[in-house]
């Protein structure tokens, strides 16, 4: 198994409290900013954990925006359909 790396936008002022949340599930997910000023992030999950944080995402979704993004480079990013 191997860790995965799915790439959101969030409101940038948010990016410290979903790090907060994922840091008390201690080993699940690290989320990490990509673009602060686009509220670009990473979501690396560990192997096996792949269910749990797409449940706590869903469950976020409904606090606060996120919108999950296929593809990121220096020039822009692409939002899933």
């Known amino acids: 198994m191997n860790t995965t790396t799915e790439y ?3 409101n940038r002022r948010e990016i ?3 790090r907060f949340i994922f840091e008390a599930y201690d080993g699940l997910a690290v989320i990490s ?6 509220g670009i992030i ?4 560990a192997p096996g954990c792949r269910q749990e ?3 706590i995402l869903k ?4 606090e606060i925006m996120i919108e ?3 593809f990121f480079s220096s ?3 692409e939002l899933t359909q």
Not at 33 to 38: F, L, R
Not at 42 to 45: F, G, K, P, Q
Not at 59 to 62: A, F, I, N, Q
Request: no cysteine; aromatic share 10%.
């Open 75 to 77: 020039e822009g990013y």
């Open 42 to 45: 990473s979501v690396t999950t």
């Open 68 to 70: 999950k993004v296929d």
């Open 16 to 18: 410290s409290f979903l």
């Open 53 to 55: 944080t797409e449940t």
């Open 8 to 10: 959101f936008r969030i």
């Open 33 to 38: 900013t990509v673009d602060a000023k686009q």
């Open 59 to 62: 469950g976020l979704k409904e």
